[in-house]
């Protein structure tokens, strides 16, 4: 059985993820999601629980999907699941440099476990964590940038976080 994972930091998560996610579940036997702790993002709208709550939410109508959490290393975690990939999804040139230095990083901790590239959809060229928290932030619509189940409580979140600064 091959088993590839999506890790990332989802805060929130996005229909850009939720797109990659599905594709990946269709070329492997079973897709672990894992929330994971950005380096470079430490200081996050949502606690690790809540990002795993909200996307078992909007995954609720796959089969062979699971959520999780780790604050460990990506590779370790392969190792741990037995998973033999990561899926990624590429957005733009711009994500190229940071992801390859990403998929170099974990070749070398884990030579068996491979980086798998799969093209963003055109119509989520554009969209991230941090477009949907910054257009939130400012008044903006954001119900066509992430999953329906979540928007109310992702709002909610994005708008008293706002109230509190
Ligand atoms: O959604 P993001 O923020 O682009 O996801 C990045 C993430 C969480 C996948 C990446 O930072 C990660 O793999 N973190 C776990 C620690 C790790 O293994 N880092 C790579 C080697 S430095």
Do not use: W
């Not at 994971?36 to 606690?47: E, I, L, P, Q």
């Not at 733009?92 to 070749?107: G, I, P, R, W």
């Amino acid at each position: 059985m091959k088993t590839a994972i999506c890790p990332g930091s989802f805060d929130p998560v996005t229909r850009g993820h939720i797109d990659i996610i599905k594709r990946a579940a269709k070329l492997f036997d079973k897709v672990v999601v894992v929330v994971m702790m950005n380096f470079n993002k430490r200081d996050s709208y949502f606690t690790a629980s809540e990002r795993v709550e909200l996307l078992k939410r909007s995954l609720k109508d796959t089969t062979n999907v699971e959520v999780d959490m780790y604050s460990g290393l990506l590779a370790e975690y392969a190792d741990k699941v037995g998973a033999c990939a990561v899926v990624k999804g590429l957005r733009a040139v711009s994500d190229f440099e940071y992801e390859f230095q990403m998929a170099l990083t974990n070749q070398k901790l884990n030579p068996d476990f491979e980086t798998v590239f799969l093209t963003a959809k055109a119509e989520h060229m554009f969209l991230s964590s941090s477009v949907v928290k910054q257009v939130c932030e400012f008044g903006g619509d954001i119900s066509e940038f992430i999953p329906e189940e979540t928007s109310e409580d992702i709002i909610k979140r994005i708008k008293e976080r706002k109230q509190s600064l």
